[in-house]
């Protein structure tokens, strides 16, 4: 139970990582959600949930990875060019799909530049987005990624994290030593178990997209979002 | 020039239907948006309209017609059913495409009746979402819709229209006689000719995805969305 959760009172329900994709394959499979739909509903959530945490912060690099995770960061890269940011993408491993190749086209043609891995320096941005990896995380992680993380716990600008902290355990949190300390972190669908661990200012939630019917069928007691904001903060 | 517009000083600039179908073309062909994607952040901003003109409805019925539009709404419909209205929909001919049939399910999933022509009863509801007919909407106009359109105009119950008042023509504005009166307008993307005729107390701009680029090509000026709103009233 996650502490000020506890003290809240609020139910929400921290998902194992065998739960969180039985969730996201209920809502492929039995709602018939096309991927192209939620990806936006979620990259759109945490451009939302940025706004909200760092409404100041204008140079912002989006870290993607090579899965879903790092297409909900194209979204979100996207959106956030929509609110005024000037964001930036790495996007080392970029998949052959039509979908993915979209998103990439997408944002070059809204001039949000692609920058190459050796030319990151951390410190020219205000915000770094991390959408390497997700729900669907397992060890281990391939080059460049390792780095990449590695460069994430070592900055000093602060990092938010799409879903779950690249590195970390779906379940177990943070791994021993150096490791991603996101100051936002925003739960996608719903928190998964490693947000117990997540002690930033920032915790959200976000993907409004979930049928009440499937929350009710995992327990999820997710919280009211207010009027027709797409992230919630918890 | 709309008169409120030209008044408030917005440099607004009111689409032609020529230009209203290449701008889509555009979204599709140049910037690789999916109809998913657009479908979904175009509903969204629809339903996000009304939660800001019509807090207090619950009962909404929507009236879904045979093309793009149409998707517009049942997008718009379970939105509405997330924030928390009990929406129900009208949809007399559904197209035969993957698209709108997942579209269909995903509502029917999320608890969402779809009621028959026959059974409606306008009174029944706090509100009418007219998505029957869009930019690309040229006469005649078919049946049922010609009676849907009828019961519109002739409710006492509060329309709201997704980007063209149904029955409208794209440019020149309510036809003679009789006709759909609606309370909000959602202009999707950029007004078409048509919204400098609408006279209701909320006119909304919805589709917060155009890029810059494309803004700037047919000189849009579109107005500056507040935060990470989907929708701007204008």
């Known amino acids: 139970m996650n502490r000020l959760g506890g003290i809240m009172g609020k139910g929400l329900r921290y998902l194992t990582q065998t739960e969180a994709i039985k969730v996201d394959q209920e809502l492929f499979n039995e709602y018939r959600f096309s991927v192209d739909q939620l990806m936006e509903l979620a990259g759109l959530s945490c451009a939302s949930a940025i706004r909200s ?71 020219e941005y205000q915000l770094l987005v991390d959408a390497l990896f997700g729900f669907s995380f397992k060890p281990p992680i391939r080059a460049p990624f390792g780095s990449l993380i590695d460069a994430m716990a070592a900055s000093s600008v602060p990092v938010a994290s799409v879903d779950v902290p690249s590195g970390w355990d779906v379940e177990k949190g943070p791994p021993e030593g150096v490791s991603v300390r996101p100051k936002l972190l925003v739960s996608l669908t719903a928190p998964k178990k490693c947000a117990e661990f997540f002690d930033g200012p920032f915790h959200f939630l976000g993907g409004r997209f979930v049928p009440q019917k499937l929350a009710e069928k995992y327990s999820l007691d997710l919280p009211e979002y207010p009027g027709s904001d797409q992230c919630v903060r918890i």
């Open 53 to 123: 945490a760092f409404p100041e912060a204008t140079r912002v690099l989006v870290l993607c990875g090579p899965g879903n995770n790092g297409g909900d960061g194209l979204v979100c890269a996207r959106h956030l060019g929509l609110f005024g940011y000037s964001p930036s993408v790495l996007y080392p491993k970029q998949p052959d799909k039509p979908l993915f190749a979209n998103l990439v086209h997408q944002c070059r043609e809204m001039g949000i530049p692609f920058v190459p891995v050796d030319a990151v320096i951390p410190g």
